[in-house]
């Protein structure tokens, strides 16, 4: 859950730049009780609830029907195509930087090369995702301690000021930074979708979720505030800035580390992500709006074998390319369905009080509202910044592309919904 949901501070960079590092501090410690906090909290009762193969998605079809509950898994499984593939091609943007000649066909071939063993990782079951993914998070995690307790250890500058970079646009520093911080916090209800893989969920969900959300804000505020306490450049993070910073604080040794522990970061997102996302697939076949042959499972492992390695082949084909620019659009998408997960918790609530709930969000009423009202308006926020930010640079082809990855959503239900009615 850790490494799919965080994987480690990488990502963060551009944040501090844009909305500055007193703002980006503050999103830290604030976003998490807008978003991801209430947003546990639903996925803990829900997974109680309903530890069903395909989570979120049969939750919210529970909850609203067929029509909302496949936009649910159909935006997410094809925002996964983004989102996988581009894992796979800053894996080998960054070992690019130890191989310069990595370019070209070999650049794709080494992304391929990845997305094919996480694949076959992912086929042999869940525990083996969980071990490779346990043992690449320790190696990520540790010279990130390095780093934050060496720059804890030089501390000269005030790491808050300035709050907001000087004369920036409002829309930039509470859009973008917003939009990022939001991605940055999000994934914590996803992997309700192996819930069924899991031993004891109702159990084994709330206490990861407990465990998980207090160490996700510690991976990203700690190091950004250790960091800009020792060195006070915010106006140069941006990319892989905090390899920079590692070396700059201990040396280019810890910073070839932190490098590499990037690359790694990007192995363990890809292998938690594959794990997460092609499960999706897998329900909405079993739940006939995908051809029955995604159902097929591998008999030794009992994994959706065919969906993962179909998935598979899909990242591999949007490897091609470099991808980041369209990371906007799996933001908005990802927003898409977490908000219709909390308000499936409401609805639920409504139409089936009498439905087991081993793990309950508390506080009555006023939790509640908290749990879904809160993300749902922080979700309009941060979209409509990003939308902001969007038009200002011009970036016409991310709106369009945003636009038709979610209307791609009710004609994928159309056209499943005429298979239905006429297949023999």
Known sequence: MYSYTTGGPFGL????????????????????????????LVAAELTTAMPVQGGFYRWVRAAFGDFWGFL???????????????????????????????????????????????????????QMVGRISTLLEIF?????????????????????????????????????????????????????????????????FPRALAIVVPLSIATYFLPTFASLAALDNWQQWHGDYFSVAAKLIGGPLLGAWVALA???????????????????????????????FLTRTHPRFGTPAVSIITSGAVYAAFATRTLTQ?????????VATSVMTVLAAWKLRRIKPEMPRPFVIPGG?????????????????????????????????????TAAAILLGP???AVSHWWRRHRP
């Open 13 to 40: 960079e551009e944040q501090v730049s844009s909305s500055g590092p007193g703002m980006t501090l503050l999103y830290h410690l604030l976003i998490p009780l807008f978003w991801c906090i209430p947003i546990s």
């Open 365 to 401: 009423r006023k939790g509640l509202l908290y749990a879904v009202a809160a993300p749902v308006l922080l979700g309009i926020l941060a979209t409509a910044g990003s939308i902001a930010e969007s038009v200002h640079r011009s970036e016409h082809r991310v709106i369009l592309c």
């Open 262 to 292: 990037a690359m790694v970061t990007n192995a363990a997102l890809l292998n938690s992500t594959v794990l997460a996302t092609t499960r999706m697939p897998f329900a909405l076949a079993e739940d006939k709006f995908l051809p029955r």
């Open 72 to 126: 649910a898994g159909w935006w997410n499984w094809t925002a996964s195509f983004l989102l996988g593939s581009v894992y796979a091609v800053l894996f080998a943007d960054y070992l690019g930087f130890y191989f310069p000649q990595l370019t070209g066909r070999n650049h794709y071939l080494v992304a391929a090369a990845l997305i094919a063993a996480i694949t076959y990782v992912n086929v042999r079951g869940i």
């Open 326 to 334: 369209l990371i906007t659009v799996y933001a908005w998408l990802r």
């Open 411 to 413: 004609l994928a239900y």
């Open 140 to 204: 990520v995690l540790v010279p990130i301690a390095v780093m934050t307790v060496m720059g804890l250890a030089q501390w000269k500058h005030n790491p808050f000021v300035p709050l907001v970079p000087p004369h920036k646009p409002l829309f930039q520093v509470f859009g973008v930074g917003l939009a990022l911080g939001v991605w940055l916090y999000s994934g914590y209800e996803q992997l309700s979708t192996v819930a069924e893989e899991v031993d004891n969920p109702r159990r084994t």
